[in-house]
């Protein structure tokens, strides 16, 4: 009988040690639509961090690899830099060097070559400054 009433202290004394010890946990799912798009420049995003989303509106030159590489060359008026584009996203426009695009994407920064972008949309700068079709 003893040893049963000092067993139930100790399981006592657990619980209320459990109960004192537990804290609620907060955590935060970000999105990735709530993480900010920053505009930049070539010169910014080849200076950004890993991961940070961008903006940037230029010209894309040319492929650098290949026919099966993704990259291509994109220029603004700051310089010129590396990108990542899935070729399903070209075949949706006609782009030439001369046809101006805002690209929007997320740097990929490696220790041991330059940032590029991997581009995740591209729009024509023309087609953003025409006023909205709307109904009559």
Known sequence: M?????????????????????RPAFATFLHDADRKVHRMTVVQALSSIDGERCELDGYVEGKVG???????IFKDSTGI???DIDESLLNQL???????VRLI???SA????????????ILLIENLKKPPVTKK
């Open 2 to 22: 003893k040893h049963k009433n000092i067993y139930l202290a100790l399981a006592a004394v657990a619980l209320i040690c459990m109960a004192a010890m537990a």
């Open 66 to 72: 290949g026919l099966l590489d993704s990259k291509h």
């Open 81 to 83: 830099m590396e990108i």
């Open 94 to 100: 006609k782009i030439t060097p001369k046809t101006r």
């Open 105 to 107: 994407g997320e740097i």
């Open 110 to 121: 490696g220790p041991f070559r330059k940032n590029i972008v991997k581009v995740k949309t």
